[in-house]
């Protein structure tokens, strides 16, 4: 018997107007969700303007706020929230980010926020679509806390491809590539994995997949589970970092996009991914550290050397400009200890400003990803916070190790089967 479809509150501005709803609704479609729109009166949308108190023009956002509060009352069931709206328009924005929080701290639906644009298509919302039924469907899963038996994850990232063994809830082998070929790096990093542990292929009881590549490899492994990044990261973030109680702030910046998540008890509430340009993302720190003639695993220790560097001018907002700002900023004479720190600077200005602003942020904030292991774009991050954030013992693992804490769940049904 299929899966019932995961019902999805659309609460969104401009999607018809925009040309947008039919990859909506395509996304949404194919992972198994199914979109629909808070049906409310007129009467509740005069009421909840009233009772919200923002001075909105719009009759859309209007709605848009009646049909929120619509949810949250539990008027109108939902599995998920889908809230959007047009990145041109400020007055969206700010109701989109109120909704948002509002939804949050009044309700356990989880949440994904975004700001389109008229060429956003199905293929920009499938992960972050994706990820919300997965919490909808899976929500006993993830609030697992304790990893049994012995598990794998491999995730197969942009940038690179990692491996996580994991025995009676210790990791017991680690393997680590750059992604070439997908296959390839897999099973590079799963040899690597085995031989760390003493473990043999067949000694592992339940698989996982997460990353670009995770179809791919997932198929190859014959994985028990194939996930999309954003629930297995926040999952193992929160588990290296001890924080699976309560609240907590994850922060992945990866080699090509970024992903901000607010996570309860161990499951995402509100998320984000992406970024306007690869300049905001681990691959300008790449080419600030080739630029600077350094290996990016230097260019930590490099930019700790300086105070901060906010007094060099750098554009991370596209990577064209970035490079240009690196090239005028060593020009201008500037030290290369000051170029690295700018350029971390930077890259965390442009997650706060993209990321940040659509996820409550709440301590623990936990850093992960290979860009984690990068100290001044951690300081640069908790200086922009305010706060000490927290990078957790191979915090670059935590595809894989979520992958691999998830699995232990497959064992017991494998065994019944």
């Known amino acids: 018997m299929s899966e019932q479809p995961v019902r999805i509150a659309q609460i969104t501005c401009g999607a018809e107007y925009s040309g947008i709803q039919n990859e909506i609704t395509t996304a949404a479609e194919t992972v198994g969700g199914k979109m629909f729109y808070p049906d409310v009166a007129l009467k509740d949308v005069k009421r909840a303007y009233k009772d919200f ?29 889908f809230i959007a709206s047009c990145f041109r328009c400020a007055e969206a924005a700010i109701v989109r980010n109120e909704l948002r929080r509002y939804i949050v701290e009044n309700s356990r639906i989880p949440v994904v926020s975004y700001s389109f ?59 680590w590539r750059p992604t070439t070929e997908v296959l390839k790096s897999a099973d590079e990093v799963i ?53 699976q109680k309560g609240f907590a702030t994850v922060i992945d ?10 996570v309860n008890d161990g499951i995402p509430g509100s998320f984000t991914m992406g970024g ?13 550290a080739k630029r600077l003639d350094v290996d990016i695993t230097e ?21 064209v400009f970035g490079t240009q700002s690196l090239v005028n900023a060593l020009a201008a004479g500037y030290s290369r200890e000051d170029v690295a720190a700018a350029a971390c600077h930077s890259v965390a200005q442009q997650v706060y400003e993209q990321q940040l602003q659509e996820v409550d942020i709440k301590e623990p904030v936990i850093m992960v990803g290979g860009s984690s292991l990068i100290q001044g774009l951690v300081r640069a991050m908790g200086r922009m916070l ?10 670059q693992y935590i595809g894989a190790t979520g992958g691999a804490l998830l699995s232990s769940g497959f064992i017991d049904k494998k065994k019944e089967a």
Request: hydrophobic share 40%.
């Open 53 to 81: 108190g923002l001075p909105v023009k719009s009759p859309d956002l209007k709605l848009a706020i009646a049909r929120a509060e619509a949810i949250v009352e539990g008027r109108i069931e939902a599995d998920g929230i």
């Open 117 to 175: 644009n008229e060429r956003t298509g199905s293929s920009t919302l499938l992960t972050r679509l994706e990820a919300l039924t997965t919490i909808a469907r899976r929500r006993g899963l993830m609030a697992r806390e304790v990893q049994v038996g012995t598990t794998m994850g491999v995730d197969s990232g942009s940038s690179t491809t990692k491996c996580i063994i994991m025995q009676d809830d210790k990791i017991v082998g680690t393997g």
């Open 191 to 243: 040899a690597l994995a085995l031989e760390e542990s003493g473990l043999r292929r067949s000694d592992i009881e339940a698989t996982a997949t997460t990353g670009y590549g995770r179809f791919l490899v997932g198929k190859h492994m014959k994985a028990d589970l194939i996930q999309e990044e954003l629930t297995v990261n926040s999952k193992g973030a929160v588990y290296l970092a001890g924080a």
């Open 253 to 262: 910046i990866g080699g090509m996009d970024n992903k901000a998540i607010s």
């Open 276 to 288: 306007i340009c690869a300049g905001a993302s681990g691959r300008f720190l790449e080419m600030t």
């Open 299 to 319: 260019l930590g220790a490099l930019s700790m050397k300086s105070d901060g560097g906010e007094n060099v001018p750098m554009n991370s907002y596209c990577i």
């Open 386 to 395: 305010n706060t000490e954030v927290v990078v957790p013992h191979h915090s």
